[in-house]
Every structure is written in structure tokens, then in C-alpha cells.
């Protein structure tokens, strides 16, 4: 059966044969064996009134503004998926944590090879939290002599092509945390990397102020859809 396709929504899952309820079929065969409709299915265990869960699940896997499939389950909020017939707000704040929790162990997978010397797997330990964000955002990381991580906080979250963000508040955050370096990373919601001309330009304003403080910029790196851009790879930061 294609990803897509499902039984009639008004079928109910007790009068599939056994072997077709994703349940059961979890049973038999394994997890690994369900589609991801019938996965979320499995979890959500009740449809509503003429509409089974796997007719549900393929709702919310693949409504009409968004054919993404699974990354769809981060794209929702608790207001939209209220206004699904078929989810109250407990099966609102299953989808939800089901979100949280994929965020949370895909960034447990990649913290194993997390290396704050290493674009790349700072990129991955960061890139769940931040590649689903609908709008622009800025953390900060910090960093003692020895290169530790001592903290992160969330700059600012901006508009869906800008982020705002000033030297001032960045390095006031900094000396509270006697922090000696710096990393930045932001999100840039159309999937693509690329750093714009302000993006450039907030760099080299961070830079030149961490050079008077004596606190360095060590990167800039700009979170796309599983891809990101260093801007010390690129050679803007020495």
C-alpha cells in the first residue's frame, strides 16, 4: 500500500482483517513494518465519528497545505491541530510531544560526536532544534579558555528573513558568563544556508567588538534544511 493511501476513512479498524490494523500488524512484524501513517496511527489508537485513526493520521501527515509527510508532524501547532475534527487536546499534546521527543533524540544521536572545534557536528547537534523554526532565531554559544561550552541562549527571534540582533546584548551576555569565546548559529527557514549581505554584516560587527573586549568570535554557522554554511569554512571569520 502507498504511503498516502489508507483504508476508507469510514471503515473501521475492527472490520479490517487482522493483519491490516497497524496495531496488530506492529505485533506480528515489528514496528519497522508500518508505514508512517500507520505508526502515527498506532499512537493516536482512536479515530472519531466516521473518520478511523489512520484516516486521521494521514491528516495531519499530509494535509492539503503540505505534502512534506513525517517533517509535517513539527510543523504544527497546538491551535491548528485543535481545529482538526478528530483531535482534542489530548491527542494535540501527543502529536506534540511525539515532535519534542524526535527533536530530542535526534540531537542525543548526534551529541555522542559533538566537537565545538567542528562545524559539522556543532551543525548537527543544532540542526533539529533549529531547521523546523518558521522564523529566523539566534543562539549564542559560550565558551571558557579551555573551549568548554559554560552556556547557549536564544538571541532573538526575528521575522521569517531577518534576525535582530545586537553586539550590545550579545557581549553583555557573554561577560555575565565570563565567557572568552563565542560561537553564533541561526536558522534560515527557506532550507537555504547562504548568508545573506545583513547576515555578513552582523558578523563582522561581532567580530570587531569581541577583538576590543577580548572576547573572539570562533564561528558564525547558519542552520539550513540538513545543511548548514560556517562562515570561518568560508574564510569571513580569521
Same mark, same amino acid.
Given at each position: 500500500?502507498?504511503?498516502?493511501?489508507?483504508?476508507?476513512?469510514?471503515?473501521?479498524?475492527?472490520?479490517?482483517?487482522?493483519?491490516?490494523?497497524?496495531?496488530?500488524?506492529?505485533?506480528?512484524?515489528?514496528?519497522?513494518?508500518?508505514?508512517?501513517?500507520?505508526?502515527?496511527?498506532?499512537?493516536?489508537?482512536?479515530?472519531?465519528?466516521?473518520?478511523?485513526?489512520?484516516?486521521?493520521?494521514?491528516?495531519?501527515?499530509?494535509?492539503?497545505? !503540505?505534502?512534506?509527510? #513525517?517533517? *509535517?508532524?513539527?510543523?504544527?501547532?497546538?491551535?491548528?491541530?485543535?481545529?482538526?475534527?478528530? +483531535?482534542? /487536546?489530548?491527542?494535540?499534546?501527543?502529536?506534540?510531544?511525539?515532535?519534542?521527543?524526535?527533536?530530542?533524540?535526534?540531537?542525543a544521536t548526534a551529541k555522542d560526536g559533538l566537537d565545538f572545534s567542528s562545524p559539522d557536528t556543532i551543525a548537527?547537534?543544532?540542526?533539529?532544534?533549529?531547521?523546523?523554526?518558521?522564523?529566523?532565531s539566534m543562539k549564542l554559544l559560550l565558551f571558557n579558555t579551555r573551549t568548554r561550552l559554560i552556556g547557549e541562549?536564544?538571541?532573538?527571534?526575528?521575522?521569517?528573513?531577518?534576525?535582530?540582533?545586537?553586539?550590545?546584548?550579545?557581549?553583555?551576555?557573554?561577560?555575565?558568563?565570563?565567557?572568552? !569565546?563565542?560561537?553564533? #548559529?541561526? *536558522?534560515?527557514?527557506?532550507?537555504?544556508?547562504?548568508?545573506?549581505?545583513?547576515?555578513?554584516? +552582523?558578523? /563582522?560587527?561581532?567580530?570587531?567588538?569581541?577583538?576590543?573586549?577580548?572576547?573572539?568570535?570562533?564561528?558564525?554557522?547558519?542552520?539550513?534544511?540538513?545543511?548548514?554554511?560556517?562562515?570561518?569554512?568560508?574564510?569571513?571569520?580569521?
Open positions: 500500500m502507498n504511503e498516502v493511501q489508507a483504508v476508507s476513512s469510514t471503515e473501521n479498524l475492527k472490520t479490517l482483517r487482522e493483519e491490516e490494523r497497524p496495531y496488530e500488524k506492529c505485533l506480528c512484524h515489528g514496528p519497522e513494518f508500518l508505514t508512517d501513517i500507520e505508526l502515527l496511527a498506532v499512537l493516536l489508537r482512536t479515530g472519531t465519528h466516521g473518520e478511523n485513526a489512520i484516516a486521521l493520521a494521514k491528516k495531519i501527515l499530509y494535509p492539503i497545505f !503540505s505534502q512534506e509527510g #513525517l517533517l *509535517n508532524i513539527h510543523q504544527w501547532s497546538l491551535e491548528q491541530l485543535l481545529q482538526i475534527r478528530g +483531535i482534542g /487536546k489530548v491527542k494535540a499534546v501527543q502529536i506534540l510531544c511525539l515532535s519534542e521527543l524526535a527533536k530530542r533524540l535526534a540531537k548537527r547537534y543544532y540542526m533539529e532544534d533549529m531547521r523546523h523554526k518558521k522564523q529566523e541562549t536564544d538571541i532573538s527571534k526575528g521575522t521569517v528573513n531577518a534576525s535582530l540582533v545586537s553586539p550590545r546584548e550579545l557581549f553583555i551576555e557573554a561577560l555575565q558568563k565570563n565567557a572568552v !569565546s563565542i560561537i553564533l #548559529l541561526h *536558522n534560515h527557514p527557506s532550507g537555504d544556508p547562504t548568508p545573506s549581505q545583513p547576515d555578513l554584516v +552582523i558578523t /563582522k560587527r561581532v567580530m570587531d567588538a569581541g577583538a576590543l573586549i577580548g572576547i573572539q568570535l570562533l564561528d558564525h554557522i547558519i542552520i539550513g534544511d540538513n545543511k548548514y554554511i560556517s562562515l570561518r569554512e568560508k574564510g569571513f571569520i580569521k
